[in-house]
């Protein structure tokens, strides 16, 4: 057994083929082969670390292959057929399999050294680019590691410090309750693909940290921090997003929550949410900031970063004339960075929006869904633990009449990450499509209380609901929430909401801006939001309603 002295360990190339191949050795120090398998079973027995159980034995593999110096024999053939059963017809050039679980496992363990608060006294990391793991000390005055890597999809992904929010008064009996604060912070912020989260450490040596500290918020993009306070049953946060580079301050907020006498860390969390959506969603200040920043700096050809904001410019109205400046952005986008998932996930939502709008001209309806699942599958491929991905295939398969699929695979987005207002309001409106109000109407009103204008589907939803329940009123303010005038479903429900209200000169004039878009509308109820999927009661009081205003759509009951 090793000895619990200083364990150098190397990997060297064992002929001069394998040196050529290999430029340079790896090299691991650690105190002792046994701090290495403390820091294995540390980590596997946390609730922290998100992995799978094939993606356990993975780490325990390839960690114990180091240990023995076999790290020369770690290849993708010897994990597939060791830890994953393959057999030995396994070709790692036409199975991913290997690449795509060391990715996770990579992404599992950085968020696992993100949110678990002690610390081992090894750190063990496995590199991009292959798949020997390595092991690093712990020192009290180890030269501070920003973790910032190439991997920038072109100026997409921003890098965001969490400081430790401070607290106000004296709030000794809260301090655990202030460590979760930041970490809930840091969990929430990480589920967006778009950012780079990094957050101090919450126990050890003063001097270490403070200098990795400083170091990280010098080279990253923002510093969120902040402080809180519990006061006559209350609980106070303050939270401040400012631009490392300049100090300049960005945005300000202050939260006030009554805190009930159980379920305190209920009200703690959703703080946390709101300042992570608040931060971190579509025209967010994060993208409000970017968007203004790239503002003017058209004499240079876009990267991914300006295609996505041009994609969700498109997306906050379905801009008709944004349409195919968007699609064409993203489908270079994925070109410039074949591994950013996010661009995949947004083109594939594209393609769909093509065929229920009409927006994409000469492509045939089957190309664009069949392009549009391809695409969400593949952004799950490259990064299955975003949201986004699934977001898009559930609206793909919405719209391919595969209901199940849809309601699955944006169930999973929603679980991915719950802070995402797109995916809740989604499916919120998917649920009253199918007139399951008990499940649609608490997505509906939790879209609505997260103010995001950019978003409409909860808004089609709530119409619907109030539409259905004789309130008109209601229905026609959910219908003028619905800032899309290049599409034809905003318009219908108003047409249909005044004609029910007896304010039929209104009524017209909302009939003449669906057929301005569409001529020959009433082929299906409210195809562009529906697919063929409405409820047929539901669809029966629409189709009435759209008769009444002078849009049939009897067609669709054909």
Known sequence: MTSSAELRLVTAPQDASQAFAQTEATVFEANSAEDVRAEVRRIVGSVQFDASERNRRFLEYVVEETLAGNAHRIKAYTIATTVFGRDVHFDPQQDPVVRMEARRLRRSLERFYLTEGKHGAVRITMPKGGYVPEFCDEPEHAAPQSGFDAESHSGYVSSILVKPFELEGDQSIFLSYEQGLTRELMIGLSRYPHLRVYGSRSHGRASAHDEELMHIERTADFVLSGSKAVLADKLHVKAVLHEATTGRVLWGQRFQRDLPPQGTLGVRDEVANAIARTVAEPFGVIFNHKARRSAGQDDRAPGVSECMLLFHQYRRAYRRDLYRPAREGLER??????????????????????????????????????????????????????????????????????????????????????????????????????????????????????????????????????????????????????????????????????????????????????????????????????????????????????????????????
């Open 333 to 558: 986008a994925v070109l410039i960075d074949p591994d950013c998932a996010e661009a995949f996930a947004r083109l594939s939502q594209l393609h769909t929006d093509g065929h229920r709008f009409g927006f994409a001209v000469g492509d045939s309806p089957a190309m664009l869904l069949g392009q549009a699942v391809a695409l969400a599958q593949k952004a799950i491929e490259i990064a299955p633990d975003s949201s986004s991905g699934y977001h898009a295939l559930g609206m793909a398969c919405w719209f391919q009449q595969d209901v199940g699929a849809s309601l699955k695979a944006s169930e999973t987005a929603l679980a991915l990450n719950t802070n995402a207002v797109e995916v809740i309001a989604e499916l919120g409106l998917y649920w009253s499509l199918l007139a399951e109000w008990e499940r649609a109407l608490p997505l509906l009103e939790s879209a609505s209380a997260m103010e995001a204008g950019h978003v409409t589907g909860h808004h089609v939803g709530l119409c619907l609901y109030h539409f259905i329940g004789g309130r008109f009123e209601q229905a026609l303010a959910a219908a003028r929430d619905i800032h899309a005038l290049d599409v034809t479903h905003g318009h219908a429900l108003q047409a249909i909401s005044l004609l029910r209200l007896g304010r039929r000169e209104e009524a017209a004039a909302a009939v003449r801006s669906v057929l301005a878009i569409d001529p020959h509308y009433g082929h299906d109820v409210l195809a562009d939001v529906g697919g063929g999927n409405v409820h047929p009661d539901l669809g029966a009081h629409i189709e009435e309603a759209l008769a009444d205003a002078g849009l049939s759509a009897a067609a669709s009951r054909g």
